[in-house]
């Protein structure tokens, strides 16, 4: 089956939609749902929204995507909200104030899963044929 760039589209659209939710979801929870597997879907979602918007092409995406990730969390390590005075209980969040290792890992994890799909629409999509 060959992928067109809409039906790609199409497909990410519906993917970002799915995980935007379920992040929502893993809001209301903690632990290793909310921490690790949170973490997980944030690049993914970063991902499928990238790709909403440009479905193929741009092969190092997954790792750009995992060194914005490792980006934050170093900017957490380096206690960022507290060096720039942010106040907003909101922004704390997005941003983050704990520096864990695991988290790197996580995030690999899932720039490595991105790159198998990366690879998967590589052999599936019309641009390719």
Do not use: C
């Amino acid at each position: 089956m060959k992928l067109g760039k809409q039906t790609l589209r199409a497909y990410f659209s519906l993917a970002s939609a799915l995980l935007f939710a379920a992040l929502i979801l893993l809001a209301g929870t903690s632990g290793f749902l909310r921490n690790t597997l949170g973490d997980f879907l944030v690049v993914l979602l970063l991902y499928a929204l990238a790709r909403t918007v440009k479905p193929t092409g741009l092969r190092i995406l997954p790792l750009l995507l995992l060194g914005f990730a490792v980006l934050v969390e170093v900017l957490q390590f380096v206690d960022i909200v507290g060096l720039l005075g942010i106040e907003n209980e909101n922004v704390q969040i997005a941003v983050g104030s704990v520096f864990d290792w695991m988290d790197i890992a996580v995030y690999t994890l899932a720039a490595m899963a991105a790159a198998g799909v990366d690879f998967w629409i590589r052999r599936h999509s019309e641009a390719n044929s």
